[in-house]
C-alpha cells in the first residue's frame, strides 16, 4: 500500500518495488540526447519510480539524487521519495519535454536523460523506441522518438 505524509511531502512506498523495463546505452556519449529508455507500467511515481532509481544507483558511482519529469504525464507530484533510507528530489515541470526523465547523482556533473514510454503503449512500438533510444548512435530527442515510429508503421 502506498502512503503520503503531507506534512513532510515524502511519499513512501510499503510494497515491493517494480523492476523496471530499463534499456541503456552501452557508449556514454554526452553529444547525444537520450541515455536510453524506461517503460514504466504506471503513472503513478510512488509505484514506479523506486525501482528505477534502485536500477540506476548500481550502474554505481553515486546515488541518484533528483528527477525532473514531464508534469502531465505522472498522476501525481510527490515532491520527495523516500528510497533506500534516503529522500530523492522530485521536480515535475510543463516545460520539460514530452516523455524526457533526467536522473542526476550526487556525483558532480552525472545526468542521464531518458525516454519514458507512456504505460499502455503498444509492446512493439515500445520495444522499437527502446532499441532507439538506447542506439549508440540515436540523435533523436525524447519528445519525437514514440511520434517517429508511429508515424514510420502507420499509426
Do not use: C
Request: glycine share 8%.
Amino acid at each position: 500500500m502506498n502512503k503520503f505524509q503531507s506534512g513532510a511531502r515524502v511519499a513512501g512506498f510499503e510494497q515491493e518495488p517494480t523492476t523496471p523495463r530499463l534499456r541503456l546505452r552501452e557508449a556514454a556519449n554526452r553529444d547525444l540526447p537520450l541515455n536510453g529508455a524506461w517503460w514504466p507500467r504506471t503513472d503513478d511515481p510512488v509505484t514506479e519510480l523506486p525501482g528505477l532509481i534502485m536500477a540506476l544507483d548500481e550502474l554505481g558511482d553515486g546515488i541518484v539524487t533528483r528527477l525532473l519529469l514531464h508534469r502531465p504525464s505522472w498522476s501525481a507530484h510527490p515532491a520527495r521519495l523516500a528510497v533506500n533510507g534516503r529522500v530523492v528530489t522530485m521536480g515535475y515541470f510543463t516545460t520539460q519535454p514530452l516523455n524526457l526523465l533526467i536522473a542526476m547523482r550526487d556525483s558532480y556533473g552525472w545526468r542521464l536523460d531518458l525516454l519514458t514510454i507512456p504505460p499502455g503503449t503498444p509492446e512493439d512500438v515500445a520495444e522499437q523506441a527502446m532499441v532507439q533510444a538506447s542506439a549508440d548512435d540515436n540523435e533523436v530527442p525524447a519528445q519525437f522518438v514514440l511520434s517517429g515510429i508511429e508515424a514510420a508503421s502507420g499509426e
